[in-house]
């Protein structure tokens, strides 16, 4: 029977996917195994045998006459696609289990190397089989005296010696079979080294897997330093019966094993817990330092001695070893060395503080001088006081000139007295002139200002200076102030503040004195100089105007004559305090000499300053005369000239308000009057010219 094309057809699109899935199991298998020419040949010829197939399915969708006959070659091809694509998945398993084991064959053998080759006892890896030597560790190759090449590759029965006796040289022996190395633990036996000598050594075998066979590792003590460790353990357990020092053995409920003789002098005997012997000396862990071989350091107590104690844990012997030191001279001496270091610590902080006490006190003092006014330096006593006690709080008060009040300039911390200003009676510094310090509110005799519900000391300290006591300081705080040294401290503060305030107040009184009046208190001329020029400058730099007013009282020569220079001083001290009442607060009046007076107007234009002018003469007019003279009137002449409109320079507008007021004067008296204007208004942006010298 024929098939039909269509079956043939589904034959071979079935062959070619099983092909398809072998090639990609051959190529799988190509990456994990790296075999590269079995695996490519494999792989060309099923993708060969696919693309066969592939063009025989694709001829055959084309052309129905292109499809094979026969289906028997097909379905033969299909089965045994089939079972190859089944083999190489197989492969492909076993591939990756046999990967697998390699790699962790290879980390353990990796592993095993570093411990072959960083061990410091002698090693040799055998092959069981010919009992040749496969590898030494550098142990083995220092201990024989062979290089490592030479000892690879030989027979064992190179190192192992012979145990009988012979009169002639001595004859390399056999090394044991396997079968005696595996049968017990360790077995001795002689080896030879290069230099000819022969070792009585004791060997230790086992078993040790390769990836591709087993080897034999042997590891061999000297029997030679078996014995003198152990010598030495024998000395060691002497050495520790007879030390001077305290030794004692303990399990881990804190039971005394084994005590030597001189612990046994302090009453620590076996068989007994330790913390009865000797005292509680802290929380001692036993459990802990015996389990993880841990070392802990404490002190105990025994009568009038102190004993250190090391607590060294023995996990391998569940024990622990305690070494004992009597430590009572070495802590009485660390006791002294310890008070005197703090002994002088304490010296070099009092002299630490005393330097920074006395910088404080230098560059408070500099910086006073360098006060232009009382104000600011109650602003550098605010800042620089806390600098000297810095846990403190206080205030500086200073008396009002003419009063019994003293006024706060300057405050400082969080419990500074809430008063502002007191009266000079409710301060008991202030009465009594010397320092008054409170220790608690309730118990002492507090100053009625300080009542502001601060429970804590406080002091009030006069200040005084060449006979004077201009104020007083007032400290608040716990710690420093109650000492010998913060009350020296404070003494010194009222001293510097003291002379400070009362130089600064002689120096405003002569810096007073030097630009005011005497008779009526206004500024004088000298004043008027320097304000004016720097006025000029100001209105020139903010293209502002400027007005001066240059007033001159008529006919007071005729006061004086009929009534007296007495009289005539008081009518000039009554124009001058109503010239005062009548201007604002930014304009300056001064007394220009005589009874001659100016107004300085900042920000006023010519329209406005006449207008004030016409002010101050009715002002003027209406002025009570003080007797003799209060039947008489007063009547005054003023000149105004203002910036820029009659000059750029401080000398042009004193010289126009001069020109105006003799205008005035020639007028008739009793009238404002303009100069006019010697020539075009200048350009505002063209800086004026200050010439003071131009006014003497």
């Not at 063009?55 to 094979?68: C, F, K, N, R, S």
């Not at 001159?552 to 004559?561: G, S």
Request: net charge negative; charged share 25%.
């Amino acid at each position: 029977m024929t098939p039909s094309p269509h079956l043939t057809l589904v034959v071979v699109a079935a062959a070619l996917t099983v092909q398809c899935f072998a090639v990609a199991a051959a190529l799988r298998l190509l990456v994990i195994t790296r075999h590269g020419w079995a695996w490519g040949c494999v792989s060309l010829a099923l993708l060969l045998m696919a693309i066969r197939r592939g063009l025989t399915l694709w001829q055959g969708v084309g052309e129905a006459q292109a499809v094979p006959a026969d289906i028997r070659p097909e379905l033969l091809g299909l089965a045994i696609s089939v079972v190859l694509c089944l083999g190489l998945v197989l492969l492909t398993q076993v591939a990756r289990e046999t990967n697998r084991r390699r790699e962790q064959s290879k980390s353990i053998a990796d592993r095993y190397r570093t411990v072959f080759e960083q061990h410091p006892a002698v090693m040799l890896l055998v092959d069981p089989v010919t009992s040749t030597i496969v590898d030494v560790n550098p142990a083995a190759a220092a201990y024989y005296g062979y290089p490592r090449e030479a000892l690879r590759q030989v027979p064992t029965s190179r190192l192992w010696e012979s145990r009988q006796e012979a009169s002639g040289p001595s004859a390399p022996g056999a090394s044991p079979p396997i079968a005696q190395w595996l049968s017990r633990r360790a077995h001795t036996a002689r080896h030879r080294l290069a230099d000819g000598q022969v070792r009585d050594v004791e060997v230790r075998a086992g078993i040790f897997n390769t990836e591709s066979t087993q080897l034999l590792y042997l590891v061999v003590h000297d029997e030679g330093d078996r014995l003198a460790s152990e010598q030495d353990q024998a000395e060691h357990a002497a050495f520790s019966r007879h030390n001077p020092s305290p030794l004692v053995r303990v399990d881990r409920q804190g039971v005394v094993l084994f005590a030597n003789l001189a612990a046994r002098r302090y009453g620590i005997e076996a068989g007994h817990p330790l913390v009865a012997s000797i005292g509680r000396f802290g929380e001692l862990p036993l459990e802990s330092l015996i389990a993880h071989g841990l070392t802990q350091v404490l002190e105990a107590e025994a009568g009038d001695r102190v004993l250190q104690l090391t607590v060294h844990g023995r996990s391998g012997h569940d024990v622990a070893d305690v070494y004992t030191t009597d430590v009572t001279l070495l802590r009485r001496a660390g006791d002294a060395l310890r008070e005197s270091n703090e002994e002088l610590r304490r010296w070099v902080g009092e002299l630490e503080r005393h330097r920074h006490d006395s910088d404080a006190h230098i560059e408070l003092s500099a910086l006073l001088q360098s006060c232009e006014s009382v104000e600011e330096a109650g602003h550098v006593i605010e800042r620089l006081v806390p600098t000297l006690f810095p846990d403190s709080s206080g205030a500086i008060f200073l008396d009002l000139p003419q009063t019994s009040v003293l006024q706060s300039i300057g405050q400082w911390g969080p419990h500074a007295p809430a008063s502002v200003t007191f009266h000079r009676d409710t301060c008991w510094a202030v009465r009594r002139g010397q320092p008054h310090a409170v220790e608690e509110m309730r118990a002492g005799l507090t100053c009625p200002h300080l009542m502001d519900g601060y429970e804590g000391y406080s002091v009030c300290l006069p200040l005084r200076a060449q006979g004077a006591m201009p104020g007083v300081l007032t400290l608040r705080g716990d710690g420093r102030l109650r000492d010998a040294s913060g009350q020296r401290q404070a003494r010194m503060l009222t001293d510097t503040v003291g002379l400070a305030i009362v130089n600064l107040r002689l120096r405003e009184g002569l810096r007073e004195q030097s630009i005011r009046d005497g008779l009526t208190g206004l500024f004088n001329r000298r004043y008027l100089e320097e304000t004016l020029a720097l006025e000029v400058s100001r209105a020139a730099r903010e293209q502002s105007s400027l007005a001066i007013l240059m007033i001159d009282l008529d006919h007071f020569k005729v006061v004086n004559d009929t009534f007296g220079h007495a009289t005539g001083d008081r009518v000039l001290r009554a124009l001058a305090d109503m010239l005062q009442r009548q201007v604002r607060s930014a304009d300056i009046v001064c007394r220009y000499g005589g009874e001659e007076f100016a107004v300085l107007m900042p920000d006023t234009a010519l329209e406005h300053a006449i207008r004030r002018a016409e002010e101050l003469r009715q002002a003027a007019r209406a002025l009570e005369l003080p007797a003799p003279a209060s039947n008489g009137s007063l009547s005054i002449s003023v000149g105004v000239a203002v910036y820029p409109n009659h000059g750029r320079r401080a000398s042009d507008l004193v010289r126009a308000s001069d020109a105006a007021l003799y205008a005035a004067k020639r007028n008739g008296r009793d009238r404002v009057e303009t100069p006019p204007p010697a020539e075009p208004p200048p350009d505002p942006r063209t800086p004026a010219v200050a010439d003071p010298q131009a006014l003497i």
